[in-house]
């Protein structure tokens, strides 16, 4: 599982899908899923709303900061779900914004896109030698491997906090807001 973080220039609630109804500002935690095909072949994203911010610069007058966990790897999947599928680009992507005036002004401090979460099976940990290996040496303190829910595989996990202009853009947004 990889999980991705970004800023969405604009608030489309009218075609969320849920099982709890419409996606609203008091309900940023729900997963949501995008399961639409790019180039004939699967594509599946789950994606959730975290803040709202109100702000004259952006479409329909938000910025959403969106967390997002891609279960297929397509070609700029993530950017091209949230534009084509949910109407709302992430800041500062320049091939997906539609070239318009709001897009455009909001292209100044790059892309707000961040791969900040990654797990995945351990490469050797999970071979037979491996496996031997682990369960002698499991106590060495490193919070990055541990074993899966159901305890049969070892696992890598590793995370990074977001970068300062995810934060520093998301309070000068509030502000004009």
Same mark, same amino acid.
């Given at each position: 599982?990889?999980?991705?973080?970004?800023?969405?220039?604009?608030?489309?609630?009218?075609?969320?899908?849920?099982?709890e109804g419409e996606d609203d500002e008091n309900n940023t935690d729900e997963w949501q899923l995008i399961d639409y095909a790019l180039e004939n072949k699967e594509a599946v994203t789950l994606w959730r709303s975290l803040e709202y911010i109100h702000t004259p610069r952006?479409?329909?007058?938000? @910025?959403?900061?969106?967390?997002?966990?891609?279960?297929?790897?397509?070609?700029?999947? @993530?950017?091209?779900?949230?534009?084509?599928?949910?109407?709302?680009?992430?800041?500062?992507?320049?091939?997906?914004?539609?070239?318009?005036?709001?897009?455009?002004? @909001?292209?100044?401090?790059?892309?707000?896109?961040?791969?900040?979460?990654?797990?995945?099976?351990?490469?050797?940990?999970?071979?037979?030698?491996?496996?031997?290996?682990?369960?002698?040496?499991?106590?060495?303190?490193?919070?990055?491997?541990?074993?899966?829910?159901?305890?049969?595989?070892?696992?890598?996990?590793?995370?990074?906090? @977001?970068?300062?202009?995810?934060?520093?853009?998301?309070?000068?947004?509030?502000?004009?807001?």
């Amino acid at each position: 599982d990889a999980l991705q973080q970004m800023i969405t220039n604009g608030s489309k609630d009218d075609d969320v899908i849920s099982t709890e109804g419409e996606d609203d500002e008091n309900n940023t935690d729900e997963w949501q899923l995008i399961d639409y095909a790019l180039e004939n072949k699967e594509a599946v994203t789950l994606w959730r709303s975290l803040e709202y911010i109100h702000t004259p610069r952006a479409t329909n007058h938000t @910025l959403t900061l969106v967390e997002m966990k891609p279960k297929t790897g397509r070609y700029h999947q @993530l950017r091209r779900h949230m534009s084509w599928v949910k109407g709302c680009t992430i800041v500062g992507d320049k091939t997906y914004d539609g070239n318009t005036r709001i897009g455009q002004s @909001l292209r100044e401090r790059g892309l707000f896109l961040c791969s900040n979460k990654v797990s995945f099976n351990h490469p050797y940990y999970n071979t037979e030698e491996g496996k031997v290996d682990y369960k002698n040496n499991n106590d060495n303190g490193d919070d990055a491997l541990r074993l899966s829910k159901d305890g049969t595989k070892v696992e890598v996990h590793l995370s990074i906090d @977001l970068p300062n202009k995810f934060s520093g853009f998301l309070a000068m947004e509030k502000r004009r807001g």
